[in-house]
């Protein structure tokens, strides 16, 4: 009985010290979130009082138009951005593994992209793309690939593809340098066994490295998958959705429902679906995770 009590006491003393950490967590992230889920539910909108509306907005949401092209045009950019991360990641990686001149200056200066706030990003890129002072429309001109200037981000044949590369090359450095330590965990000696039994670079390759590169290549990439799906910030500096939506990912279509048009309760609701699209892939990770365990 008296060691009953004894682990009982424990057990408080050790939720009081985890009381510090579980406050602001509780207060900062669980709270916004239950609220969210709640105001899903209602017809909130600036200015009312929060109604409980049931499924209204999610049925709404079914037959909404913009609902369906910005989870469109979300998923295109998570792909597209999340492929060319993790792709050329590797490639990176395998680079920065190798024998080059400058190795640890080099894999300092990879990190400089993902060290800046996507804000940052946007701002600079978006000067980068300016027809008449940006830096690629001059070089393109100078090379002789363009005749004139190109709007970049208002243009609709350009405008996905320009802020896909931006995306890319935000994200670039974390699975390069993730991937780099997967790859500095393999020893040499497995290299070694296979270069006695005649196995050539691209063999050892597929054979040795992939497969034992696979657990991390896939938490790195629904982890950036997760990442650029809830991306907000980059694109909204870039084109703000435009032109014509073309650029209109889920957060930025909650955004403009929430803050520019006043439907609280909707853009609520359309946080709700990518809360779901998130937790789906989360447990897919978290899956992952167990399984190496």
């Not at 004894?6 to 967590?25: E, S, W």
């Not at 609280?264 to 447990?283: E, W």
């Amino acid at each position: 009985m008296y060691e009953n009590r004894m682990v009982g006491d424990k057990t408080i003393d050790q939720i009081k010290l985890l009381l510090p950490a579980f406050i602001p967590v509780l207060i900062l992230s669980v709270f916004p979130l239950l609220r969210g889920i709640f105001l899903g539910f209602t017809d909130y909108t600036l200015g009312t009082e929060a109604n409980f509306n049931g499924i209204e907005n999610y049925v709404y949401m079914m037959q909404d138009s913009y609902f369906w092209q910005s989870f469109k045009v979300g998923f295109l950019w998570t792909i597209a951005v999340t492929g060319g991360q993790v792709l050329l990641g590797l490639g990176l990686a395998l680079l920065l593994n190798g024998k080059i001149l400058f190795r640890s200056w080099a894999r300092v200066l990879v990190l400089i992209p993902w060290a800046m706030p996507p804000v940052i990003r946007g701002i600079m890129w978006k000067f980068m793309y300016h027809p008449d002072t940006g830096a690629i429309n001059y070089f393109l001109m100078k090379l002789n690939i363009i005749d004139q200037p190109i709007d970049f981000l208002f243009s609709f044949d350009y405008v996905l593809p320009s802020i896909i590369i931006v995306g890319i090359w935000g994200g670039l450095p974390q699975a390069a340098i993730t991937i780099l330590a997967g790859l500095q965990s393999i020893s040499e000696d497995l290299y070694e066994a296979g270069s006695l039994d005649g196995t050539s670079k691209l063999q050892a390759f597929r054979y040795i490295t992939l497969p034992l590169l696979a657990p991390i290549i896939t938490a790195i990439t629904i982890l950036r998958f997760i990442w650029n799906f809830n991306s907000f910030g980059l694109v909204y500096v870039l084109t703000q959705g435009g032109p014509a939506g073309l650029t209109r990912i889920p957060s930025l279509l909650a955004y403009e429902e929430g803050f520019r048009y006043g439907n609280l309760g909707y853009a609520a609701a359309l946080g709700n679906v990518m809360v779901l699209v998130v937790a789906v892939f989360m447990f897919v990770y978290l899956r992952n995770r167990m399984k190496n365990y």
